[in-house]
């Protein structure tokens, strides 16, 4: 597993060679985990059933007893997670945003993963 990695604004690592790239490690699965909860479901013109459903599932009434199902289910099919240790998700009502901490077992280890979507 190869990743290339991204800096603090999400953009991508260059001037570094090989340093710029995260490999076989706990930081590539957490990376490729967050890039996977960031992708809206439609977003890629590839391949548009692809991505979390925010749209379809996530956003609107009703569906706080599906948030964290979703959530989770997205981040086990990601390559390299082999289960969920610890989750919290947290919604936040001023900024509308919902914050995820995770803790995963992967391939090559731990990571913690934590964002607010």
């Known amino acids: ?3 290339r990695q991204l800096d ?10 090989s340093a710029n790239y995260l490999q076989n490690s706990p ?3 957490a990376q490729a985990v967050q ?6 479901e439609g977003e890629w013109f590839l391949d548009i059933s692809e991505g979390t459903p925010y749209l379809n599932g996530i956003v609107g009434k ?8 979703l ?3 997205r981040m086990l099919e990601t390559q390299g997670v082999k289960s969920i ?3 919290q998700g947290l919604y936040n009502g001023e900024d509308r945003s919902y914050t995820v901490t ?3 077992d992967t391939d090559f280890g731990t990571a913690d993963i934590y964002g607010a979507f």
């Open 1 to 3: 597993m190869i990743y």
């Open 62 to 69: 009703y569906t706080s007893d599906t948030i964290d199902q």
């Open 35 to 40: 890039t996977r909860l960031k992708l809206w």
């Open 102 to 104: 995770a803790t995963i």
């Open 71 to 73: 959530i989770q289910r």
């Open 8 to 17: 603090e604004n999400g953009d991508f690592t260059i001037g570094s060679g």
């Open 27 to 29: 930081e590539a699965v």
């Open 85 to 87: 240790i610890s989750y």
